[in-house]
């Protein structure tokens, strides 16, 4: 048993019920944690309901990871020192998910990148100066980041990006007793993968190839994020751990043979902007 009696967390991404990041809270909470949360305005009525009645939610912040002030202005209203803080965030503009890479404009990738990968080292640098030593440090990627998955698109990048700075962020801050790493969790239906074109289907093919053949839910990710998040875990850092019923480690699905695949035909290039 996990227990995290006295210990505060910083978490940043809960959008809905659904949300990886609220998952993750409930489980902080019910191993002892309290916890902060750090929201985007845009549903915040869908929040008020998410925290009435849970008297281990110490306080909400509004927090925009993209801007600098509203950063600041968060570390500076929460009061204390925490033991642990969750970046569950991204976010890409639909102009950029919904046609190939090839066609993705600077704008749309700075924004995807700006807010999905350039928002850890952000909320990391603030966070250094109330994280107690020993501290834990949690973000969320997806296998976009280390092979090509249809509709994510400028997404994989940005997870690409993500997951080397677990890696570097890790190098920084361990001298100082702190830990970052990143779950890499299996699509899961929340709100931002209703962005991702194609999802229904991606979901089908994971519960149909994954070796446990099933999709992952939100709480297989919150119980891996619990020991992350604690001190079992007092030894790892910079690690991506996948939690996606063990689709990672699969080349090709057990039956192909059953599967009728197309002879591969030269694709003509595509039309260039
Ligand atoms: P979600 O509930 O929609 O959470 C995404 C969160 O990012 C929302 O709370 C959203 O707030 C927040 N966000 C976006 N832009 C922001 C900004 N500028 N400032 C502050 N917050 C911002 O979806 P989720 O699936 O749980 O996503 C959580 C994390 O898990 C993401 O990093 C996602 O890539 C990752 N992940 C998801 C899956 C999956 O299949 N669902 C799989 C692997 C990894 P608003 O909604 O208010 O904008």
Redesign the pocket.
Known sequence: MINLQGKRALV?????E?????AIAQKLAQAGATVTL??????LSRLMQLVKDKPWIESWVE????VEEDVKKFFATVKGRYDVLVH????APATALQKPIIFTTAEDFATALN??SY?LIRLTHYAMSVLNKGSSVL????LGGERVVPGYRV?GTA?AALENLVRELAAVVGPAGHRINAI??????????SGVPGFDSILDWMAHSAPLKRNVTQEDVAKAALFLLSDLASGVTGEILHVDAGYHAVGVPPDLDKIVVPKAQAAPNPPMP
């Open positions: 940043f991404g809960v959008a809905s659904d949300s990886i990041a609220w750090g929201y985007q305005k845009r549903f927090c925009d990871v993209t569950a965030i991204a976010f807010v999905s928002s973000t969320l990627t997806y997404m997870k890499s969790a299996g699509p899961i239906r929340t709100l931002a993968a």
